[in-house]
């Protein structure tokens, strides 16, 4: 009878905190921890959904692997694996329009720059799944197909990871002529600046970079900031591999080799110890990690290679690494191949990057997922709202 008394109390407590100390309690959860507590009663999602400062204390480094399958099999669904309790989540996508069809460019802190793939030309869309939120972006001054796109975070003090403030350039791509019909490749780099909602014409690009950036760049981009420049590079997608690279401070682009650019199976660039990485696989070789230097954009040192072992059991006894996809962050680089088959994730512990392997989504809560083709992004996940968009 006590002991009913006791948590009879202390839940008549809970229940009757005011509204702002209720949504300070919350604001140290972590994801799935609010996502429970705002299912607890009406009173508790209210607060939970007008968090908008967000503080776990878990570390807010440690990001989460969403998987979205590229084609919606039964339902739009996306799938998050929590690194600290190696859960797998489903994420239900049907707030996205029915006739929409998105494909991630790259993530922002807790959001996901998306682009409109059923648009004819580029129309990007800014989402956050754990909250259900979605923005379009303005359409650019020079309506573009296929252009290259990266992203610069702009990392202040005062900022936190979840919503930092950032610039979206998009360069190269195929407009149409202005006199005529015709289409040409367009030679100007746009940016969109988070802080006023638009975009700018702030450079151009040679006819010949806009035509590598148009055809053979995919979207993932690498930004990298260094003492003397502040740097956006995107690899070919063909190879021989190259790599491009674009200053955004001097508006200079160049372009040059990678290791083994003819031989590679894979390649994907990545950001190693807050330099620029590459992450490459070889027919019948092991995935190899190379560093360039900071003194001379021409050299790359090897720096790491994925166990053996590992790598057999990614590839499921093969030795052919096609199909295989790789996504990272500063201190976590992913690859994958579909939904179910598991992950190895190389990630940072204590200034060493160690390579670990992790069981794919098979099943949730006992019913067994859909084993399909999928787009992986590293997300840190937040249930706070963001202002932008409002």
Same mark, same amino acid.
């Given at each position: 009878?006590?002991?009913?008394?006791?948590?009879?109390?202390?839940?008549?407590?809970?229940?009757?905190?005011? %509204?702002?100390?209720?949504?300070?309690?919350?604001?140290?959860?972590?994801?799935?921890?609010?996502?429970?507590?705002?299912?607890?009663?009406?009173?508790?999602?209210?607060?939970?959904?007008?968090?908008?400062?967000?503080?776990?204390?878990? *570390?807010?480094?440690?990001?989460?692997?969403?998987?979205?399958?590229?084609?919606?099999?039964?339902?739009?669904?996306?799938?998050?694996?929590?690194?600290?309790?190696?859960?797998?989540?489903?994420?239900?996508?049907?707030?996205?329009?029915?006739?929409?069809?998105?494909?991630?460019?790259?993530?922002?802190?807790?959001?996901?720059? %998306?682009?409109?793939?059923?648009?004819? @030309?580029?129309?990007?869309?800014?989402?956050?799944?754990?909250?259900?939120?979605?923005?379009?972006?303005?359409?650019?001054?020079?309506?573009?197909?296929?252009?290259?796109?990266?992203?610069?975070?702009?990392?202040?003090?005062?900022?936190?990871?979840? %919503?930092?403030?950032?610039?979206?350039?998009?360069?190269?791509?195929?407009?149409?002529?202005?006199?005529?019909?015709?289409?040409?490749?367009?030679?100007?780099?746009?940016?969109?600046?988070?802080?006023?909602? @638009?975009?700018?014409?702030?450079?151009?690009?040679?006819?010949?970079?806009?035509?590598?950036?148009?055809?053979?760049?995919?979207?993932?981009?690498?930004?990298?900031?260094?003492?003397?420049?502040?740097?956006?590079?995107?690899?070919?997608?063909?190879?021989?591999?190259?790599?491009?690279?674009?200053?955004?401070?001097?508006?200079?682009?160049?372009? %040059?080799?990678?290791?083994?650019?003819?031989?590679?199976?894979?390649?994907?660039?990545?950001?190693?110890?807050?330099?620029?990485?590459?992450?490459?696989?070889?027919?019948?070789?092991?995935?190899?990690?190379?560093?360039?230097?900071?003194?001379?954009?021409?050299?790359?040192?090897?720096?790491?290679?994925?166990?053996?072992?590992?790598?057999?059991?990614?590839?499921?006894?093969?030795? *052919?690494?096609?199909?295989?996809?790789?996504?990272?962050?500063?201190?976590?680089?992913?690859?994958?191949?579909?939904?179910?088959?598991?992950?190895?994730?190389?990630?940072?512990?204590?200034?060493?990057?160690?390579?670990?392997?992790?069981?794919?989504?098979?099943?949730?809560?006992?019913?067994?997922?859909?084993?399909?083709?999928?787009?992986?992004?590293?997300?840190?996940?937040?249930?706070?709202?963001?202002?932008?968009?409002?």
């Amino acid at each position: 009878t006590l002991q009913f008394v006791i948590v009879n109390s202390l839940g008549h407590m809970w229940s009757n905190l005011p %509204f702002d100390v209720l949504s300070s309690i919350f604001s140290f959860l972590s994801p799935d921890s609010l996502a429970r507590a705002r299912s607890s009663c009406k009173n508790w999602h209210t607060c939970g959904t007008f968090i908008t400062q967000y503080k776990p204390h878990e *570390n807010p480094t440690q990001p989460w692997f969403l998987a979205l399958p590229i084609r919606n099999y039964q339902k739009p669904s996306c799938y998050a694996q929590n690194p600290i309790t190696n859960n797998w989540h489903e994420i239900s996508l049907d707030f996205i329009p029915t006739q929409t069809i998105l494909k991630p460019v790259a993530p922002i802190g807790s959001l996901i720059l %998306f682009k409109v793939t059923n648009s004819t @030309t580029l129309q990007l869309v800014l989402c956050n799944p754990f909250t259900r939120q979605l923005k379009y972006l303005p359409k650019l001054n020079v309506s573009r197909t296929n252009p290259a796109c990266g992203i610069v975070t702009i990392k202040e003090a005062s900022d936190v990871c979840y %919503f930092p403030r950032f610039r979206i350039y998009v360069a190269g791509g195929m407009s149409e002529a202005k006199h005529g019909g015709a289409v040409a490749y367009e030679t100007t780099v746009e940016m969109y600046d988070s802080c006023v909602d @638009t975009w700018e014409i702030v450079g151009s690009v040679a006819v010949e970079f806009s035509v590598r950036l148009t055809v053979w760049t995919p979207n993932e981009n690498v930004y990298v900031e260094r003492t003397r420049s502040k740097t956006l590079y995107w690899i070919t997608s063909a190879r021989a591999y190259s790599v491009m690279g674009f200053d955004v401070g001097d508006n200079c682009w160049r372009e %040059f080799g990678v290791p083994h650019a003819d031989k590679l199976e894979f390649a994907t660039l990545v950001r190693w110890n807050g330099g620029l990485g590459l992450v490459g696989g070889t027919c019948g070789g092991s995935v190899c990690v190379w560093e360039m230097s900071e003194e001379d954009d021409d050299k790359w040192c090897l720096v790491d290679e994925m166990p053996f072992e590992l790598g057999l059991r990614l590839l499921c006894g093969k030795r *052919n690494w096609e199909g295989v996809k790789c996504v990272s962050d500063d201190d976590a680089i992913c690859l994958y191949r579909e939904l179910g088959n598991g992950m190895v994730i190389c990630r940072k512990v204590r200034g060493l990057w160690v390579w670990v392997w992790v069981d794919g989504c098979g099943y949730i809560k006992g019913k067994k997922v859909l084993n399909c083709p999928i787009r992986g992004v590293i997300v840190i996940p937040s249930l706070a709202c963001s202002s932008i968009f409002f």
